[in-house]
C-alpha cells in the first residue's frame, strides 16, 4: 500500500511571496489533514478535511493561508503571502474514517524556508 | 481545550538499556486515546504505540510498553533493550472521541539519543 505523498521536499522562498505544497492521502482515506510543525515544537493541526469538506480550520491564518481539497482526494495549501515566521515542516497526513480505525498515515512533509 | 506537556526535551540512553519518556496531558473528558509517535531526521511520523483512555490495561508493543496513570494525567513510554534505530524525537498525542473529526493534540518532543 503506497502511503501518503507530498510535494515538493524543500522550497526556500523570499517573504511575500507566494507558495502551494501538494498531497495525495491513502488511497480511500476520506480524512486529510494538513499539519505546521514549527522548529522543535509538535505539530499543529491548520485544516482538516472530511472527502472534499472542511471539518475544522480553527487554526489556519485565513489571511495567508488556503486549503483545497477537491474531489476529495488530492489537496493543495498554499501561502500568499509568506511571513519569516512560516518557516516551518508542513506535514500532511490521511485516516479512514468509519471504520474504528482512526490511526493516521502522515507524509514525510515539506520543509518550507522563508527568507 | 486539551494540552499536552513534555518536560524532558532531550534524553539519553545507552544501547541495550531501557528509557522512559514523560508525558502528562490535560482534559476534562473521560474517553479518549493516546499515542506515542517516533520522527526520525526523514521527519515521517511513525505511530509507535496507542492507548484507549477506557482500557485500564497499559498497552505493549514489543520493547515499547507505556504506564497510563488516568487518574494522574500520566501517559509514560517505556523503551527496553534500546537500539540505535530508536534514537528520533518522540511526540506525545491526545485525541478525542468527541470532535467531529481525529485531530491529535501534540506535545512538544523529546529528543531521544541513544549511546553505542
Known amino acids: 500500500e503506497a502511503g501518503v505523498a507530498q510535494s515538493p521536499r524543500y522550497k526556500i522562498i523570499e517573504k511575500r511571496q507566494s507558495v502551494a505544497f501538494w498531497c495525495n492521502p491513502i488511497s480511500g482515506h476520506a480524512t486529510l489533514y494538513w499539519y505546521q510543525q514549527i522548529l522543535g515544537q509538535g505539530p499543529k493541526l491548520l485544516i482538516q478535511f472530511q472527502n472534499n469538506g472542511v471539518v475544522d480550520d480553527s487554526q489556519l491564518p485565513k489571511d495567508r493561508f488556503s486549503a483545497e481539497r477537491l474531489k476529495g482526494v488530492d489537496s493543495t495549501l498554499k501561502i500568499q503571502p509568506a511571513k519569516l515566521e512560516d518557516s516551518a515542516v508542513y506535514l500532511c497526513a490521511s485516516s479512514l474514517v468509519g471504520t474504528g480505525t482512526y490511526e493516521q498515515y502522515f507524509g514525510p512533509g515539506t520543509r518550507l524556508t522563508v527568507t | 481545550a486539551q494540552t499536552v506537556t513534555q518536560s524532558q526535551p532531550e534524553m539519553s540512553v545507552q544501547e541495550a538499556e531501557t528509557v522512559t519518556l514523560s508525558c502528562t496531558y490535560d482534559t476534562s473528558e473521560s474517553d479518549y486515546y493516546l499515542f506515542w509517535y517516533k520522527q526520525p531526521p526523514s521527519r515521517q511520523m511513525i505511530l509507535v504505540i496507542r492507548q484507549e483512555a477506557y482500557k485500564q490495561q497499559n498497552a505493549t508493543e514489543n520493547r515499547f510498553s507505556v504506564n497510563f496513570q488516568k487518574a494522574a494525567k500520566s501517559f509514560s513510554l517505556k523503551i527496553s533493550d534500546s537500539q540505535l534505530g530508536d534514537a528520533a524525537m518522540y511526540f506525545c498525542?491526545?485525541?478525542?472521541?468527541?470532535?467531529?473529526?481525529?485531530?491529535?493534540?501534540f506535545g512538544g518532543g523529546t529528543r531521544l539519543m541513544v549511546k553505542p
Open positions: 498525542a491526545y485525541r478525542s472521541t468527541n470532535n467531529a473529526g481525529n485531530m491529535l493534540t
